[in-house]
């Protein structure tokens, strides 16, 4: 890649990166996109003019003999330019003596020069039933659902290294790879995403987690407890993310709106089971605004819903004596999701104190038919159940470096419909809730330990006592988390 490019490439990622961390609010958005084009206007210009001075001056070396002294280039007349190239003459010298070529570095040495950050995250972790048995009731899962407290004792939690960088001018990518408790690798996101779509568009393109509800997008070392809200494991499987391609717009206005529009495979629950289709087994929409009140306080709210297509979906269903029954589900689910957040800091400055009010209510829909397992022959029948949730968490920063947290949360089976089967499975009233408190201290920005307290009540007929205590580090390079 010629130098130019990789110096403009360089500029406009310096320049991208402290303005992204400066927009804390959704208005300041449309600013700093103003003002990141004004400077990388005057930077393409400045480029331009040095260009053509280098230009000019490998011509007139190329020219000269061993020992004259090089020919002054001619003034431009193209404006800034001109200026730019015009110099005064250069005094003759003598021939400098020779030196010895100084190794060139290897082709392509910088290429390759992404940002680099580990995430390291571990957790202590004590529950008074054990976490093997662990079901919300009313809520068929896949076996291998993220839920529940995870393994007693001391443990890695989900530790993340991540890869970013601009590819050029127009695109930039990222990668983050999980290490997981049980030693298995994933890739949690691998994607490329336009920068100079222009008109407020961007397009992502690759494995990212879906830009619906408000913590769906946000990565586990982001949120304010160690765990994920009930809603979001029972109708989400923890966090939603897919193979697809995505769309957003910003429109260019004081008020933030922003529109999303998302096409992917449907590889994940509430999807999946086979996916070997040619079209989009997920659809997505989601839209939020938000905005400043005064200078201490800010707001985001949305809408968004999913569509996913599952077609034979291993389950883990219950018979009426609540025994785990082995089921495969092949149908549609839609979900919808409503969030809203409310952020409080003096004059904008939450270095001292702040305050952040989230919440979301999830709805989701299931329509099609379930076969389950039935000493060892498959019983098929209809299954149609609409199932809702939500759950609602403040978070106190009482001074510097400490914060205080509380959520509460419940969910709603529905009165399922199975069809022929009805007198097989279990289609229980119980309502599944909980209540969660923490307590985290950050030394600094680039680590956290957290203790929180959970009474868990997701499983009818038993509570669970969950002590969690959890570290956070970040290292290397590590951009400006999300509003």
């Given amino acids: 890649m010629p130098m130019h490019k990789l110096l403009r490439a360089s500029i406009a990622l310096a320049l991208a990166a402290p303005l992204g961390a400066m927009a804390d609010t959704p208005s300041e958005i ?17 480029l331009q003019a040095m260009e053509q001075r280098l230009k000019a001056a490998e011509a007139a070396g190329a020219g000269a003999t061993p020992g004259a002294p090089a020919r002054e280039a001619a003034p431009s007349t ?31 040495a910088n290429a390759f020069n992404p940002a680099l950050s580990l995430i390291l995250s571990g957790t202590y972790t004590r529950t008074s039933q ?17 839920i529940g407290p995870g393994t007693r004792g001391f443990g890695l939690a989900e530790s993340e290294l991540r890869f970013s960088a601009s590819i050029d001018p127009w695109l930039r990518g990222a990668a983050s790879v999980a290490l997981h408790p049980d030693d298995s690798l994933s890739v949690e996101e691998a994607w490329f995403q336009t920068t100079r779509l222009g008109r407020g568009f961007s397009l992502k393109a690759g494995r990212f987690y879906s830009g619906i509800g408000y913590l769906n997008p946000k990565h586990a070392h982001t949120w304010d407890f160690v765990d994920s809200p009930l809603a979001y494991q029972a ?56 905005g400043d009140v005064g200078d201490s306080h800010s707001w985001r709210a949305g809408l968004s819903v999913l569509d996913a297509k599952a077609r034979d979906q291993d389950l883990v269903a219950t ?66 159940v609409v199932q809702s949730g939500w759950y609602l968490q403040g978070v106190y920063k009482f001074m510097p470096r400490w914060r205080v947290g509380l959520r509460t949360e419940r969910l709603d089976p529905g009165a399922p ?31 956290r330990v957290r203790l929180q307290f959970a009474q868990d009540r997701a499983r009818e007929g038993f509570v669970d006592h969950q002590l969690f205590l959890q570290y956070q580090m970040s290292l290397g390079a590590h951009g400006a988390h999300g509003y």
């Fill in 30 to 46: 449309r600013a700093l996109r103003q003002e990141l084009e004004a400077m990388r206007s005057a930077y393409e210009a400045r």
């Fill in 78 to 108: 193209s404006g800034a330019e001109g200026a730019a190239a015009a110099q005064p003459p250069v005094a003759p010298s003598p021939a400098p003596v020779a030196a010895a070529p100084a190794a060139a570095p290897p082709a392509g």
């Fill in 130 to 146: 054990d976490p093997a048995h662990y079901a919300i009731t009313g809520f068929p899962l896949p076996a291998d659902a993220e």
């Fill in 235 to 290: 109708m989400l499987g923890r966090q939603y993310g897919d193979d697809g391609v995505q769309l957003n717009w910003v429109a260019p206005t004081d008020l933030f709106i922003e529109l999303g529009a998302e096409l992917g495979r449907g590889r994940s629950f509430p999807g999946g089971g086979d996916a070997s289709r040619n079209g989009a087994g997920m659809r997505a929409l989601a839209a939020h605004v938000g």
């Fill in 319 to 384: 018979d009426p004596a609540g025994n785990p029954v082995a089921s495969a589900f092949s149908g549609d689910t839609r979900v919808w999701i409503a969030d809203a957040v409310w952020k409080w800091a003096p004059h904008g400055d939450a270095t001292r104190t702040s305050f952040k009010l989230q919440g979301e209510y999830l709805r989701s829909a299931r329509d099609g038919n379930l076969v389950y397992d039935v000493g060892g022959a498959g019983s098929a029948g209809a299954y149609r």
């Fill in 417 to 447: 419909d199975y069809g022929v089967n009805a007198a097989a499975l279990a289609a229980p009233d119980y309502r599944p809730r909980k209540h969660s408190l923490m307590l985290d201290y950050s030394p600094s920005e680039f680590s």
